[in-house]
């Protein structure tokens, strides 16, 4: 069972280049997230995408973009990329079932992002 | 969403329980508490989770205070894998997790 599956592992960019980073999952979640991790700090939630078709902003949105394109897929685009934005990114997805109460989030093994 | 207030580091010897606390007083009556970790570099891994009852599972048990503003979670028995960063987090359906700075569990031999 691969669960999240980010890709890629590992990218340079240089400021102002733009960037998608690729999420898949395979366990029929609804909810799916993207978090970044900076040094010493917890995960802060960038955007979120409660089902297919709809997607909401998180508490750092500012820079980026995201595409649920499936049940399946929920990309990240970074359309101008700045050095505050040099992070560990994280995609996860829930079942989001409000009948069921056990939903832990599934998170991928991230993407590692350094912005020159 | 609940704040939850855990301390920084805490050490524990190999084959001991670790005792892991949260204060979480804001957390409301619909908010489960869970708890995640974090090994290395790695995604987050889902531990545990309650609303009002102790929980136990393969991994871990939880522990809720009855007015529910604190918990704590157990390891049982720590083992040098268990090395790694714990996080309290108050929330709905496991949904909209808010992640703070957590608290780095050092098992030592």
């Known amino acids: 069972n691969a669960g999240v599956t980010q890709t890629p592992k590992f990218q340079v960019l240089k400021t102002g280049q733009s960037m998608t980073l690729q999420c898949a999952q395979d366990?029929?979640?609804?909810?799916m997230y993207w978090y970044r991790q900076d040094p010493g700090m917890g995960l802060r939630l960038i955007y979120y995408?409660?089902?297919?078709?709809?997607?909401d902003k998180g508490e750092v949105p500012n820079g980026y973009n995201v595409s649920r394109l499936n049940k399946r897929e929920f990309s990240l685009r970074l359309e101008s990329a700045a050095p505050s934005q040099t992070s560990v990114y994280f995609c996860?997805?829930?079942?989001?079932?409000?009948?069921?109460?056990?939903?832990?989030?599934?998170f991928g093994d991230g993407t590692r992002l350094s912005i020159l | 969403d609940a704040k939850t207030t855990q301390p920084p580091s805490m050490d524990c010897a190999e084959g001991r329980a670790a005792n892991l606390p949260c204060n979480h007083s804001?957390?409301?009556?619909?908010?489960?508490v869970y708890w995640y970790r974090q090994i290395h570099s790695q995604g987050p891994q889902y531990i545990i989770h309650?609303?009002?009852n102790n929980e136990t599972n393969e991994m871990a048990s939880l522990i809720i205070t009855e007015d529910r503003k604190s918990s704590t979670l157990i390891l049982p028995h720590a083992t040098l894998r268990d090395t790694a960063v714990y996080y309290c987090?108050?929330?709905?359906?496991?949904?909209?997790?808010?992640f703070g700075a957590g608290t780095i569990l050092r098992v030592k031999s």
């Open positions: 309650g609303l009002k």
């Open positions: 987090m108050g929330a709905k359906y496991g949904n909209k997790l808010v």
């Open positions: 996860a997805s829930t079942p989001l079932n409000r009948a069921v109460s056990n939903q832990p989030q599934h």
């Open positions: 995408s409660a089902s297919e078709g709809t997607t």
């Open positions: 366990m029929n979640h609804n909810s």
């Open positions: 804001t957390i409301s009556g619909n908010e489960y």
